[in-house]
């Protein structure tokens, strides 16, 4: 009686859906790089930077919602697929903050963050509920709980990691010469992450794609 039944991956569909959260949430590590920018290189105060970092959560909770609604009306994957291509323009929105950048113009840049990842996170929860079978539902949800945090575990150090290195490299020191680095040695590193971002995202993408014609190929065998 095993606690994980591995037959549940030999659905296509479940397994994409779950692949597609656990990189999300890789991608997600990254914004724990985001106090050393508003500290190190805006120097900007602990509470008004706390307030900027809120930007993400906040526009996702507002957008998740309604993301959801859509998915019930026109389906999950067009949905999923368009948040995840908004978060890959993001990303690369991110990868241009530098020291001179205005507090409108960071916010700017991390509502499409927040917004694509509402626009994903319900859509792709719903389906893979409605792809897991009806006695499975309590281990697809418990997966879908892994996924998540099995993707931050794993995105926090990778995207530290790179962050890590860039910096490193440009100020010829390890890790811990990175409080003391210049800032636009900070700036550099930051780039580099989200542009790193945003190939993830894209292999996510790619995977959305693939669920959706994987879902179509079944409807269109129970039409047959």
């Known amino acids: 009686a095993p606690m994980l039944d591995l037959t549940l991956f030999r659905n296509l569909p479940f397994a994409l ?5 656990f990189l999300i949430f890789v991608v997600m590590g990254g914004m724990f790089l985001l106090p050393f920018f508003l500290d ?6 602990p509470e008004r930077a706390g307030l900027l970092i809120a930007t993400v959560p906040v526009s996702m ?8 609604a859509l998915a019930d009306r026109f389906g999950s994957r067009i949905i999923s697929l368009a948040g995840l291509l908004v978060t890959v323009a993001a990303c690369l929105l991110i990868s241009t ?19 694509g990842i509402g626009m994903f996170q319900s859509p792709n929860n719903r389906a893979i509920m409605h792809a897991a079978p009806v006695h499975r539902l309590g281990v697809a949800s418990g997966l879908l709980a892994l996924s998540r945090t099995l993707g931050m575990v794993t995105g926090m150090p990778l995207v530290g990691a790179i962050f890590a290195l860039r910096v490193g490299a440009a100020t010829h020191g390890g890790p811990a010469e990175i409080s003391h680095a210049a800032p636009e040695t900070i700036v550099s590193g930051l ?7 945003a190939v993830v995202l894209l292999v996510s993408a790619a995977l ?3 669920a959706w014609r994987a879902d ?9």
Do not use: K, Q
């Open 208 to 210: 959305a794609a693939a």
């Open 97 to 115: 903050l530098d020291a001179d950048v205005s507090t409108i113009g960071y916010i700017l840049r991390l509502v499409p963050f927040g917004i």
């Open 216 to 224: 179509r190929g079944e409807s269109g065998g129970r039409g047959r």
């Open 191 to 197: 780039a580099w992450t989200f542009r790193f971002a």
């Open 61 to 68: 909770g507002l957008v998740a919602p309604w993301a959801g």
């Open 40 to 45: 190190l290189v805006l120097h900007l105060p």
């Open 17 to 21: 859906n779950l692949c597609m959260g």
